[in-house]
Every structure is written in structure tokens, then in C-alpha cells.
């Protein structure tokens, strides 16, 4: 699965723009599932299984990524930006990003350090005061490589390190899809819908569409969520610790979640030896937000991946924490078909 | 073969050389010069070169640039194994969240720096060093059989192109310099120079002009030219306070800089017809050009800078022409022109 992920996390696809993310999904999974792609950009996979059960299930993850679009090419050459999805500029700055369909260059930066105001000082630039700079001259020799709306991708390298972990952009929700595509292709005992979905990161909007579509009985959302597993971070604001398993949450901003589901989580967590956790804070929120409230809703289910450094360049994850998962999601799902 | 400017800038950005701790870029920039000096190092991380036959009766020109960089060094690594860190040289703390790290312990270890996602944060952030800290997935434990206090850190971004000859890296800040001074030796070759012609790559600039202190008593000069990087204009600064980029050197006039010496580079510049920007300062410089200028007995110094986008970030940038252009200033004025 990690070659799938870092196959996945270095692909380009903020929400909204999501194309070659769905066709490297499509090419992965078209010889295992049945799929439409519907008129957002969703994908939506149907694999028959051996038998049909009670309910109709279904899997989601997200495709789309944080990252920014171009707003303005300033007359020095330099590309105004603003984020997609919740950044912090504190993690943009003084990082290389890639511009457009022709993946260019840039670095975003600001004012150098030693020329800075004392109001300025000690504070991060907001994308107001930040630009990207592609090392062009002038508006028109920006506007031969750039245009306005193009998509702006951290330029992240993936990494091996320390013990089993891993770093990557995208990682949020990459990592989702990764073991969704595991799934399908070891084709499941009963048939199942799978559900990549688009613009997770702008209002959960892939998944209103595509849930709609499937209208599903019981849901599992994979994502990624905050691990804020710090040394500076009390004890109840780490909300979950990545090395301690998949995070199956019972609230968080969009969603109460489904107490029965809830438990049977952690009932065949425990059965299975498998280290599980909840979230400790109320905070973030996924696809459940949207799918839960489907049609007359959908029974959902959030397992999450505990991710540190969320919606940065450099997301880190545990990968003993990816295979509890799959392995989770794929035990919960037998029990889920016929319950 | 000719000296490949952009490959060597690219082979100096690569070498890790943070204050205090130069050897890897020290061994690289030696490496470097020998192809045009007889070189020498010694314990301080300083680099020596002496260009040709060193002649009696003939005034003695130091070309010089430092050879450290910016960047972090452990101070303690926390019971969760995690790193803190402190500055070495005037970091940019707005640029430590979730950069992608190297470690210098007893392995190089990749890591990343600490950030808060914006989900638990109220509003953007800001972080001090003090705030931050190395993941580098490891306990305690195996933490301490890698690393130790004293260790450095980089943000290792390589030399990549921009722009037409714009290119970006870590350490642009002062490897250009050094880029430029050897490019200068690369067209002085077979020519005749009017001065015995040394050279000094200093270590420990970022921390207080060190090596250039100790480097310039080794060398003991008649005259000195310290090439650095200097700020060129970006979107949000203003055209009175920087540089452009890709108009040239920067001969900087600064009362403790030898005001004949700068006037001696300008009308060389002039002569030659090459473009060159001046840059005045009203006391010292910041630079090397501070401690060689007062060296044993003082040395008549200039300083002639790189314009430099981004100063003390990983993603600096700079002008190759603008390297060419200084190497070329200085070639001019060392045969007299």
C-alpha cells in the first residue's frame, strides 16, 4: 500500500481539480468494479461481490487536496494567490509550490527577514503579503506560463523516516483512497460501492452529489484527521496519537455519528487485537458530514487515519496505522452487509 | 573544458555547511578552487587558495566569500523523542512550519518540522523556534543513538531553475559568492593580473564574521574584495531600499569600506561597460568586509554583492547572470582595467 500512496500524495489535484488523481484511480481499479464518473467528477465504483447482501454499503474517501489558486499576475511577474481549502499561511511560506497544467516552478515568499517592520516582525504573512514567484519578469512574460484560476500544488517530496513513518502532501486524503483501492481489488465478499469524491476540502461537496447517487443504507467515510501528537500539546488537545491505530470518532464539527456503528468499531477492533482510538476534541470534520445526512440518512462511519501536520506540505503518518485501518474498515464491513 | 557555473553553484548549494560545522561544503569548495589555486585548509573550517606565483613587490588582493550557511542546531531532544532547536545565524522563523529537515546526528535522519493544523487553531499561526520541533519519528530511545545536542539541521532544498537564468536554492546566501569568485579565477586564467591574487572562503560569516577574522590575519591582504549576496527588490519592498535582479553587482560605499577602493570598481565597471548597482550603507556592512577591513594592521576592503531574492529562507533566488556579471567585474579590476 505505501507505493500506492506515494503514487497517489505525488499526483496534483486541489478541489476542484481533481482530473489526473481520477484517472490514475480509474486505471487502478477499472478490471475490479463497474464505475460512472457523474457530472462533478466523482467516482463511482460498483464491485459485485460473491454475494448480495441486506444492505447496500458503501466506502468513501476524498480526492481533491488543499492547496491554492492563482487570483492575479502582479505587473513585476510575481502570482497573487489565495488558499483552497483551510491553509495556514504559516505553512506555505518560503516553500516551492507547481503552477498550472504545466507545472511550473514558484517559490512563495515575502519581504526578506532583515527588511521587515517592527509591526511586521515575529508575524506570518497572510496570502496578502505573500507571492509566488515563477522567476518572471513581467505580467505578460507570467501570462506565456500561468492563468488566472490556475491550481498551485506543494512541491513535497515523499518520505521514508524514522520508525514506519511517512511524509507527504496529500497524505489528507490520499491515504483513504490508497486503501479503498486495496479494497476493491482484493474484490469484497458482498457487493459494495465505493464512492472517490471531489472538493472535500471546500464544503464536502463531492460527497453530498455522490451519496446521493448511491443511496446507501450504511456508510464508511476513510480519511485522514488531526493528530496534534505533540510534546507541546496537553494531554486532551492531541485529539488522537498516530502509532495508536485507526481513529473511529463519535462527534466531530459536521457529524454526531451512529452510537451502534460507533460501538462495533471498537467491539471488532478489540476482538481482532487491532489498536483502535477515538478523537478527544470536538475539531475538523469529512465526507460524514455531508453522506450522514443523504436522502433520509445514511448510517455513517468515519475511520480515520491520525495525521500530524494536516493541510501542510509535510503530513506525516504512521503506516502500522494505514494497515490497522484497512484491516479495520474490512472486518467492520462483514459485519456491517447483513446486520 | 570551461567552468560550468550553474553545475558548480548547484554542487556548493548541496553541501552542508551550517556555521560551526562547514567541513562537507568546505571539502566541496576546495575541491573547487583546486583547479585554479593552490589550496589549504584549516581547523576554523576556513579554505585557502593562492593563485599562481605569490611575487614579491606586488600588492596582494584577497577575493573572499563565506562558505557557511544558515540553519538550526539541536539543543535537546524531548522525552516523546521529538528535537528542539535553536538558530545558527539570523534565521527567518517564518519559515520553519512543516518544512521537510535533514539531521546531521551520527546517521543523516530526515524529519519534519512541527506545525498546528488549522483545525485546531483559532487563526493563522505564527512560530517562534521556541515553538516548534524536529518529528523525527523516533522515541526517546533510538532518538539519543542518532542524534545529539550540537547537531545540525537544514532544510536541504537543491538548485533548481526558474525563470529564464533566475534559479533557486538553499544557501544561495553566500555560495553565489563563492560561484562567483571561482568564475572570476576561471577568466583570469593565462592572464596577467596586476596583484598576487589569494583567495578565502570563509567559514562562521552568519554568526559573527569569524572565519573572516582569522582568515584575513592568515592572508594578511593589501586589499580585499568580500562578495556576498545583497537584498534585490521583491513584490512587497520598495525600489529605493534593494537591488534589481539581473542588473548586476552591487558595489557597496559604506564608511567602513575603502571609499577609493569602491570608486576603483565603479570606474572599472564604467571602462568596461558593465552594469553594476550601487549600494550604500551608513555604517558597517553586515558582512565579512566589517572584520577583514580591520584585520591586523586593516585592509583596504569593498564589498560587491549578488542581488538575492528571500534572504535566509530555503528558497532563495538569484540571477546566474548576476554571478557571471560580478565574476566578471572582478576579473576586470584584478588586471587592472
Redesign the interface.
Known sequence: MKELLEKLCLLDGISGDEGAVRDFIISQIKDHSQITVDPLGNVIAFCKGKKTPKNKVLVSAHMDEVGMIVTYI?S???LKVECVG??????V????VRVGKNKV???????????LSKEEK?????FD?L?V?????SRE?AQK?VSLGDSVCFD??F?T?????V?CKAIDDRAGCAIMIKLIQDTPEYDTYFTFVVQEEVGLRGATAASYTVDADYAFVLEAT?A?????AQAD?K?CCVGDGPVVSFMDRHTIYDKEMFDLAFETAKENHIPCQTKT?I??GNDAGAIHVSRCGVRTTAISLPC???????C?I?LSDMQDAYRLTKLILDRTYNR | MGFDLKQALSELCAAPGVSGAEKTAQQTAQQLLSQFAKTETDSFGNVYGYVGEQTHGRQKLMLEAHIDEIGYIVTYI???G?LKISGCG??????L????VTVYGKET?????????????EK?????IN?V?V?????KQ?AEKLVSPGDRVL?E?EL?????S?V?SKALDDRSGVAAVLLALDMLKDKQTVYDICVLFAAQEETGERGAKTGAFRLAPDLAIAVDVS?AK????SEE?CAK??QGAMIGIAPVLSSEFSQGLIQTAERCGLPYQLEIMSGTTGTDADKISITAGGVRTVIVSVPL???????E?IDLGDVEKTAQLIAEFAQGR
Not at chain 2, 521583491?234 to 519592498?237: A, N, Q, S
Open positions: 502582479n513585476d511577474g510575481t483551510g491553509v495556514d499561511p504559516a505553512v511560506y518560503a516553500k516551492r516552478t514558484g517559490v512563495i515568499a515575502s519581504t526578506a527577514v532583515h527588511n515575529g508575524k506570518t504573512p497572510g503579503k507571492t514567484d515563477i522567476g518572471c519578469e512574460q506560463l513535497s517530496r518520505l523516516f524514522g520508525d514506519g513513518f511524509k488531526t496534534a501528537d505533540i510534546p507541546s488537545k485529539v476534541m475539531a475538523g500530524r501536520y494536516l493541510h501542510s506540505p509535510s506525516v504512521k | 524531548t522525552d516523546e521529538f539570523g534565521i527567518d522563523e517564518r519559515a512550519a512543516a518544512q521537510q535522519i530526515k524529519g519534519v518540522i512541527t506545525s498546528i493544523p488549522p483545525h485546531l487553531s493563522n499561526n505564527s512560530y517562534s515553538d520541533f518529528d523525527i519519528g523516533l522515541s533510538q532544510v532544498n533548481v531553475s526558474l525563470g529564464g533566475l533557486t537584498f521583491t513584490h512587497f519592498e531600499d535582479m539581473g531574492k528571500y534572504m535566509h529562507t530555503p528558497v533566488v
